[in-house]
């Protein structure tokens, strides 16, 4: 079994940011990709970020790209979500995810790639 658990959400001014991480334990997390989904107030659940076993893949979303920075520490089993130049629209349940199998393929965007999910922590961006 894997767990997850964020940390890091808060509420900030728009233009600032914010570092989440999320740390893993249980199963080597470290062989298997993960990614950073979130869910805005009365929305679905949608892609931020993901990233490869050992870091040299990573892919996001377009809403934001060039603000967010997806990373990993693999000794320490900890993912990072740096988001800068923070906006309304950003405000978010986040959510991090640790996909079912070690490869990284086409379908990193999708929920259904991931077995083991976090909690999540709320992140709120006032304009």
């Known amino acids: 079994q894997v767990q997850l658990v964020e940390s890091g959400g808060g509420l900030v001014q728009a233009g600032g940011s914010l570092r989440l991480s999320c740390a893993a334990s249980g199963r080597t997390v470290s062989l298997y990709p993960m990614a950073w989904f979130r869910q805005p107030p009365e929305k679905e659940r949608e892609f931020v970020a993901a990233?490869?076993?050992?870091?040299?893949?990573?892919d996001y979303a377009d809403s934001v790209k060039g603000r967010f920075t997806i990373s990993r520490d693999n000794a320490k089993n900890t993912m990072y979500l740096q988001m800068n130049s923070l906006k309304p629209e950003d405000t978010a349940v986040y959510y991090c995810?640790?996909?079912?199998?070690?490869?990284?393929?086409?379908?990193?965007?999708?929920?259904?790639?991931?077995?083991?999910w976090g909690q999540g922590t709320q992140v709120t961006v006032s304009s």
């Open positions: 990233i490869s076993a050992r870091g040299g893949t990573r």
């Open positions: 995810a640790a996909d079912r199998d070690l490869v990284y393929d086409d379908n990193y965007y999708q929920s259904s790639e991931y077995a083991y």
